[in-house]
């Protein structure tokens, strides 16, 4: 039987050990760096698609209503598209984000959104905002927090056969 | 008729998210790898619910797009978040989880905010 030199072993495992620690710091970097790309992604990706589709669903010259075919039509206009397909991103940008960040931090982003959607639309679509109207959104922020920091169930229930 | 499209946009939202709840809580918890998602996509065409929830999730969409070409996007936006309410309301009596004080508290906050919007 071979014999392992257990000195030699431990020398090595406790290089492996100092060497992972030594890297671990540049991976925190790397993952803080990652995270913080992807919420700012989540914030942007849905207040531009936001706008983008209000603002060119305000120069599509027919009204949307029960009609399929209007909107088909609609979503020919390039705000439109984009906006649509802007919004898609964002919602495959939450997915990405809520699979390893907690929902308690993902949603409280979902209450950024609502704000930053009353300032773009103030802004650039010279909508009229009510100091009511800014209460009521930043109550909507604060509520919408509240909700994502409670108690999640985030085990699998047992399913019966 | 910006209301009544508002009511659609949050009571569509709420039925897709409750009915996909409700289906994927009966077919046990789900693996996200490439496998897992081929699976996922079997089973929303097999399984009504979930079909209906996509439904569900189209007309709350088509309804947004008809609520912004009228409504100001400060109101369109932030009032959509109106689904926590009724959300909180139908997650305590519909599927009996428990709803804590603070989800409460957070619930009466995002109402108030909305009623201030009607203002």
Known sequence: MREIDLPLANTAALTALEEAREFQPSRRRGSKLKTLALVLAVIFLNAIGNLSLAWGMRHVSEAVSLNPSAYLRAMLNPFVALGIALLILWLLTRMALLSWADLSFVLPLTGVGYVLAAFLGWRFLNEVVAPAHWTGTILIFVGTAMVGTTKQQTHAPEVSE | ?119
Not at chain 2, 6 to 25: G, N, P
Request: charged content about 15%; glycine content about 6%.
């Open chain 2, 1 to 119: 008729m910006k209301w009544l499209l508002l009511s659609i946009i949050v009571c569509a939202t709420v039925l897709s998210d409750l009915l996909q709840s409700y289906e994927m809580k009966r077919s046990g918890e789900q693996s996200v790898n490439a496998r897992g998602l081929g699976r996922l996509l079997r089973m929303i065409v097999s399984r009504r619910y979930l079909f209906l929830a996509i439904v569900c999730m189209a007309v709350s969409f088509f309804a947004f797009m008809a609520l912004v070409q009228t409504a100001p996007l400060s109101f369109a936006v932030p009032a959509s978040a109106a689904t926590f309410v009724l959300e909180t309301v139908l997650a305590k009596f519909v599927l009996k989880e428990a709803v804590g004080k603070r989800r409460a508290a957070g619930a009466l906050l995002v109402l108030g905010g909305v009623l201030l919007l009607a203002h």
